[in-house]
């Protein structure tokens, strides 16, 4: 079956532009998330979402991130006056519930912020 | 916050040999999961190794598990070129959300 997939796959913005970065879990997935990854680093949580339930934003690095999943499947990352900071690979994930279950992850869209 | 750290950094070998790589964590888990990246890109899944379990094959990997000294190694045998990528470790310590390490480099040279 189809795996995670996310667009762009590459995104060059000027800094003080908005973005939006698109995942699409695989299907059937209840449990969602976004990762960060800067240069050879690890990654970084941003968001989950499980369900229905409200989104933990604990790992939102400031509040020009946000994040909405809509009808419990596709989800969108929003980074609003970009930074040259935010540059980074931006990684989704789905899991068929949450906790223990394994994360499978999406090819990732590469931000560039000029 | 980081909790699994991989260890070396970087590993340099031949194709045909034997790759071992070692990840530490701090706090208590439910399970560790050994990812593989492959230009920066997606990860990969390659293994999960829940907490009751000591040793777990796939394949041409072997991963352990010590609880008692928060460790685990990847085993990684017969190595072959298609092999080079980083290698992550991730750890659900505080719930849901994995916490990755910084990664080990593989290099494997025909």
């Known amino acids: 079956g189809a795996g995670v997939s996310q667009s762009p796959s590459n995104k060059v913005t000027e800094k003080g532009k908005d973005v939006e970065l698109r995942c699409d879990p695989i299907?059937?997935?209840?449990?969602l998330y976004w990762y960060r990854q800067s240069l050879g680093q690890g990654l970084e949580f941003l968001i989950y979402?499980?369900?229905?339930?409200?989104?933990?934003k604990s790992g939102l690095p400031s509040d020009r991130f946000s994040a909405e999943r809509t009808g419990g499947s596709v989800s969108t990352l929003t980074i609003q006056r970009t930074q040259q900071e935010d540059s980074a690979v931006y990684l989704c994930?789905?899991?068929?519930?949450?906790?223990?279950?394994?994360?499978?992850f999406g090819p990732g869209t590469r931000l560039t912020v000029l | 916050s980081q909790q699994g750290e991989e260890d070396p950094q970087a590993l340099s070998i031949q194709e045909g040999e034997n790759a071992t790589m070692n990840c530490s964590y701090k706090?208590?888990?439910?399970?560790l999961q050994w990812y593989r990246q492959n230009s920066g890109r997606g990860l990969v899944h390659l293994i999960l190794?829940?907490?009751?379990?000591r040793e777990k094959h796939s394949g041409r990997l072997r991963v352990t598990l010590d609880t008692s000294k928060k460790s685990s190694s990847l085993l990684i045998t017969a190595s072959r070129a298609a092999d080079t990528a980083s290698y992550f470790c991730?750890?659900?310590?505080?719930?849901?959300?994995?916490?990755f390490g910084k990664g080990t480099s593989l290099l494997v040279t025909p």
């Open positions: 706090t208590s888990i439910n399970n």
């Open positions: 994930a789905s899991s068929l519930a949450s906790g223990t279950d394994t994360q499978y």
């Open positions: 299907s059937g997935h209840t449990a």
């Open positions: 190794i829940r907490s009751n379990e």
């Open positions: 991730a750890t659900d310590g505080s719930g849901y959300a994995l916490n």
């Open positions: 979402f499980q369900g229905n339930s409200a989104p933990d």
